[in-house]
């Protein structure tokens, strides 16, 4: 266990230096940076320009700027940031607790509900509640994020006029009231961001328990006089989850899109907004420090992955 | 047959609710099986014979399948009504069960030792270490070598003929008073099938309990089973002392069987060449009016096509469905 442990850091660690160099030289060849209007503004004479350059190290070749750059990462300088006017480091830091307070939230609830709802509806195939479910499911899941959230902001924000549509991180109130704010302003994009998670989550939890519950095994497990309780959420699901591990390990850049979308609509002030918001003023230094945060996220969630995988599933062996 | 069966199966019907129709898997099947015995249940593929075996403990997948009819007595007590919870202090405790394929009936995610000890915490109440003690116990019982130490093994780390004898040191694991083995060696090598039925046959004398063997191969009835249930198309339609059924089967389609066993000696059957029954088993969905048999019988004459042949028999330990038995009236 220990070896593979450290053999799959080791790789995990190969693949964000892979992803930084590639993240790197996208940004680096990618058209346009901060000095594009300056370039266009004749009142501004180009030496000036060449100077700046030179002062920010931009004249010199791509690998060198790269090495600088990942140097300059490892000591905890992630550049600063010339739209802002403030480091890089520290305006991530501002802008995670309200990506973690949205997008985890909603994560954790749409597990909540595709566990259990996935599960049932598996149980009784085609009865009632499956069909509600696999019906809702199917819904929730063809309506982009951007079309239910605008719905949303329409009915409970303008129409009703019960829910804020802008999420502050800065909200002004103390105690119970900054509980009751911070509640209202979150259950529009919780819900909207973890009813679509769970809308697709679900049917892979239903196809997948639907898969293995037929299997040889299961009727093994009730021919031992296990209740049904014990044989689903023992040797049924801990099989069945092995497929969906998979599946969401793979899809997580996916949620990441949906994450950066859902933050834009609501204006949640998180890493999403930071990112879009930097790719519009052309602020390289954000760009690639936020898009490297995303790599970093996906890699570690596949190696979570790996290792729940390794612990559903004791057949599997890293060769 | 002396005393109260310990398990009494009458009119047993099974059906399945299929997109294509119902299927009529069970239709009227009764037999019993008494203390300490080994009776077979034999027929071709598709016969009925798991799903029979599955009535019993009712491991029928409910939807689709339903037990439509008929009783299925356990000492004396109707299983069909029984509610789960009633039932499965029956399951492994009173009445264990032993499946056809080894590959699969092991759960690969859990240790040969933890699925052995789970069925023994449950049903003899014991502590996880106990539980634990009696699988590496039952474990060597069935002849694991190194039991204690493989214990911990996963199903994928044993080879078939092993995993089978997990599984029946599972089933055993309770002491039931009934194993029900569908098709054990069936998907096991020659070898190794010789190897389990033996086990079985010990394990059957060390703890006093009776078997329902399933089997479609005529030489593993003849090798481990004191009776002999026949079915066909989800009937039985011969039943008696596995020498009799031997010496003289009744039932065309029972000779059929006995015919297509290679012998041993390497003689062939009477017409020189191993002997297979023409034609194939009826649709599932077919519901005719006469002898379900009687499409591919030699001996089948216009009023096998009008009504079905009951059980019966001058003997009333070998009883066959059959208007025109060749054991009453010489065959031409
Ligand atoms: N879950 C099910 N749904 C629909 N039909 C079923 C189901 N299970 C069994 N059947 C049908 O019941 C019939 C009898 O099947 P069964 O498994 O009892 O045969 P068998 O005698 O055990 O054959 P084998 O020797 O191949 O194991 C088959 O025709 C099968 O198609
Ligand atoms: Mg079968």
Redesign the interface.
Known sequence: MASFLLRRILIALLSIIGASIVLYAVLALAPGDVFGELVSNPGIPPDVIANMREKLGLDQPIHIRYVNWAMAMLQGDWGYSLVNRVDVGQLIVQRIPATLMVVGTAQILALAIALPVGVLAAMRPYSLFDQIASTLAFIGFSLPTFFTGLLFILLFSITLDWLPFIYRSDLEQTGGAWIWAQLRQSIMPVTVLALFQAASWTRYVRSSVLEVI????V??????????RVVILK?VL??ALIPVVTMVALELPVIFGGAIVTEQIFRVPGIGSLLISSIMANDTPVIMAVTFVFACLVILFNLIADLLYRW????IKLQ | MTGTPLLEIQDLHTSFRTDGGTVRSVRGVSLTVAKGETVALVGESGCGKSVTAHSVLKLIPMPPGEITAGRILWQGRDLVPLPPREMNRIRAREIAIIFQEPMTALNPVYSVGEQIAEVVRLQMRLGRRAAMDRAVEMLDLVGIPDARRRVGDFPHQFSGGMRQRVMIAMALSCEPQLLIADEPTTALDVTIQAQILDLLEEMKERLGMAILLITHDMGVVAEAAQRAVVMYAGRVIEEGAVDRLFTEPAHPYTRGLIRSIPRLDGGLGRHGRLQTIPGSIPSQYADPAGCHFAPRCPLAQADCLAAQPAMSGPDPDHLYACFHSPLEAPAP
């Open positions: 037929k299997l040889d095994y009727v093994t497990a009730r021919s031992k006089g296990l209740p049904e040797h801990r099989n559903l599933d004791p057949r």
